[in-house]
């Protein structure tokens, strides 16, 4: 009765408590780092500026999307992509960093109506590839002055700029997309 079995099963139990406690540790322990992790995303959250107006002026738009030859327009454009950027970087080395937001709202502004207007369509259903191509060159010169900007920028104003070169990255796809569709080459029907 009170041989060495009872002493196995004392001792099994308590290695069994000490188990459930350090499991019960562990879960506590990662229930604390979560919630603290959680707490400094908000705290991120309130500390960062908030996102400027993506709006550029109406002259601006209707200059640059006056001619007719869809090249004409890529070119417009990425003057005045190159003159906002220009505009950043230099409110960015003055400490004014509610410009350079400003600024950048203007580029994504004219980036995103500018690719718009590229993709539509003529009467015969196609697309000026050309002013596409175009365009899309023109931006690959602008990603690693954005990058630079970003660097330069305090955490509480990286964000947007982070977005800036996500929406550049999303507009040079999708001027890339049309020159790899099906309607880009003719294939031949072989189900006959």
Same mark, same amino acid.
């Given at each position: 009765?009170?041989?060495?079995?009872?002493?196995?099963?004392? &001792?099994?139990?308590? $290695?069994? %408590?000490?188990? $459930?406690?350090?499991?019960?540790?562990? %879960?506590?322990?990662?229930?604390? /780092?979560?919630? =603290? /992790? &959680?707490?400094?995303?908000?705290?991120?959250?309130?500390? /960062?500026?908030?996102?400027?107006?993506?709006?550029?002026?109406?002259?601006?738009?209707?200059? %640059?999307?006056?001619?007719?030859? =869809?090249?004409?327009?890529?070119?417009?454009?990425?003057?005045?992509?190159?003159?906002?950027?220009?505009?950043?970087?230099?409110?960015?080395?003055?400490?004014?960093?509610?410009?350079?937001?400003?600024?950048?709202?203007?580029?994504?502004?004219?980036?995103?109506?500018?690719?718009?207007?590229?993709?539509?369509?003529? !009467?015969?259903?196609?697309?000026?590839?050309?002013?596409?191509?175009?365009?899309? %060159?023109?931006?690959? !010169?602008?990603?690693? !002055?954005?990058?630079?900007?970003?660097?330069?920028?305090?955490?509480?104003?990286?964000?947007?700029?982070?977005?800036?070169?996500?929406?550049?990255?999303?507009?040079?796809?999708?001027?890339?997309?049309?020159?790899? &569709?099906?309607?880009?080459?003719?294939?031949?029907?072989?189900?006959?």
């Amino acid at each position: 009765m009170f041989g060495p079995r009872l002493l196995e099963t004392k &001792a099994h139990r308590f $290695r069994g %408590i000490g188990f $459930r406690l350090s499991i019960l540790c562990g %879960i506590l322990a990662c229930t604390f /780092s979560f919630s =603290n /992790s &959680a707490i400094a995303q908000k705290q991120e959250l309130l500390d /960062s500026a908030p996102p400027p107006l993506l709006v550029a002026s109406k002259d601006e738009i209707k200059l %640059i999307l006056a001619p007719a030859d =869809n090249g004409d327009k890529a070119k417009l454009a990425l003057e005045a992509l190159a003159i906002h950027l220009s505009k950043a970087e230099a409110a960015s080395e003055a400490g004014d960093y509610d410009g350079t937001y400003t600024e950048l709202g203007h580029f994504c502004a004219i980036m995103q109506r500018t690719l718009s207007a590229l993709l539509v369509y003529d !009467r015969d259903g196609r697309q000026d590839l050309n002013g596409l191509k175009k365009f899309d %060159i023109g931006l690959r !010169r602008f990603l690693l !002055r954005l990058e630079n900007l970003r660097g330069e920028m305090p955490a509480s104003h990286e964000a947007f700029a982070v977005k800036t070169i996500r929406y550049l990255q999303d507009a040079r796809d999708a001027a890339l997309k049309p020159m790899f &569709a099906d309607t880009v080459v003719a294939v031949p029907n072989t189900d006959k």
